[in-house]
């Protein structure tokens, strides 16, 4: 059985940093491709990293490039999600999702809902002013 787990934030002020952890379970990581995304109230789920199976292309939306970054650890089968000065925007929920994908993936722009077929609960960031 396929799970991910989010776990890692809280709330801190702004200029703040936050490393969150998706934890998986049930499939081979080094396999799959891991994304981050996050769902702010009232707002649409928007893809903000991801990394692909052999952890040399990575993937960011402009939002949030400079600021977090994405990373694996496949003997711990635990992605991250490291984020640094954060901003009362980047308040949200926030979930890890994986995928299959190939060793030659590379991914193209920032990850599409669409694409991933496996989440976790998410978990939530707030940041405040």
Wanted: net charge negative.
């Amino acid at each position: 059985q396929v799970q991910l787990v989010e776990s890692g934030g809280g709330v801190v002020d702004d200029g703040g940093s936050l490393t969150l952890s998706c934890r998986t379970s049930g499939f081979v990581m080094e396999r799959y491709a891991i994304a981050w995304f996050r769902q702010a109230p009232g707002q649409e789920r928007e893809g903000i990293a991801c990394i692909a199976p052999n952890d040399i292309y990575l993937e960011y939306a402009q939002v949030v490039k400079g600021r977090f970054v994405v990373f694996r650890d496949n003997a711990k089968s635990t992605a991250y999600l490291k984020m640094d000065d954060l901003k009362p925007d980047d308040t949200a929920v926030y979930f890890c999702a994986a995928d299959p994908r190939s060793i030659y993936w590379k991914p193209e722009g920032a990850p599409r809902e669409k694409d991933y077929a496996y989440w976790g609960q998410g978990t939530q960031v707030t940041v405040f002013s």
